[in-house]
């Protein structure tokens, strides 16, 4: 038993492991508790349409912008996060609430 029962379901049948590469992740993945599986269609998938990808892209360059010329207040780097979002193609607040504004994602 010991610590390993802390973090498996099964601590049998996991066989060699190698600690070193994917041979790891892989038993690490299948003997998990089944409440910390993560779901293959849930990481990260686009959820943000090309128009809308284009504008945040703008407009976080924009904004960044404004931390060089204009007001030149460090305020302007939160226009990182429209360019991350529109550069990536997925937007957190997006996927909380489960909106989809690409229309080849849906």
């Known amino acids: 038993m010991g610590l390993a029962s802390l973090f498996c379901d099964k601590v049998t ?4 492991v190698i600690w070193y590469g994917a ?5 690490w993945k299948q003997h998990r508790p089944a409440h910390t599986k993560i779901k293959e269609e849930q990481n990260m998938r686009r959820n943000v349409g090309s128009w809308e990808r284009t504008f945040r892209v703008f407009a976080g360059l924009l904004i960044i912008s404004l931390a060089f010329v204009g007001p030149k207040t460090n305020w302007a780097y ?3 996060i429209p360019l991350a979002t529109g550069v990536m193609g997925w937007c957190a607040p ?5 909106i989809k504004t690409c229309k080849k994602c849906q």
């Open 23 to 27: 041979t790891v992740q892989t038993a």
């Open 78 to 80: 939160l226009g990182i």
């Open 94 to 98: 997006y996927a909380l609430f489960g």
């Open 13 to 16: 049948d996991i066989g060699p």
